[in-house]
């Protein structure tokens, strides 16, 4: 019986882990869904695109350097760290980054190269 029991509480505790909340993380995508290829307006630096009822949100940076991205979090707000290097380049070249969110943080925050960046539209799709 106590065997039993330790199985089923298992079953349970691993359950109950796969069905945990989203995990917080940013990472570029080459194959950008069709969905938000539609709605990315090229007149906008930077866009930010949710999925509606989703925990998914895609950033879209218009740039003429290299990017590198980061995370951080203070309290409920998450920011997003877009720096931008070898400015050398005059082609402007589009990043798109799929953002996977928590329920943690209601509000983000994108600086770039340090800086309190205002997004150009928010879009749902």
Do not use: W
């Amino acid at each position: 019986m106590k065997k039993l029991l330790s199985l089923v509480f298992l079953t349970v505790f691993i359950l109950t882990a796969c069905n945990s909340s989203s995990t917080l993380s940013i990472s570029e995508i080459e194959s950008v869904p069709e969905k938000v290829q539609k709605v990315i307006d090229e007149k906008n630096t930077l866009q930010k695109i949710n999925e509606v009822d989703k925990d998914v949100s895609y950033i879209v940076f218009r740039s003429k350097g290299t990017v590198t991205t980061d995370l951080e979090t203070q309290g409920d707000t998450l920011i997003i760290k877009l720096n931008v290097t070898n400015q050398q380049d005059n082609a402007i070249k589009q990043h798109v980054y799929k953002l996977t969110l928590d329920s943690n943080h209601d509000t983000i925050d994108i600086h770039i190269n340090g800086k309190s960046t205002t997004i150009d539209n928010v879009t749902g799709i």
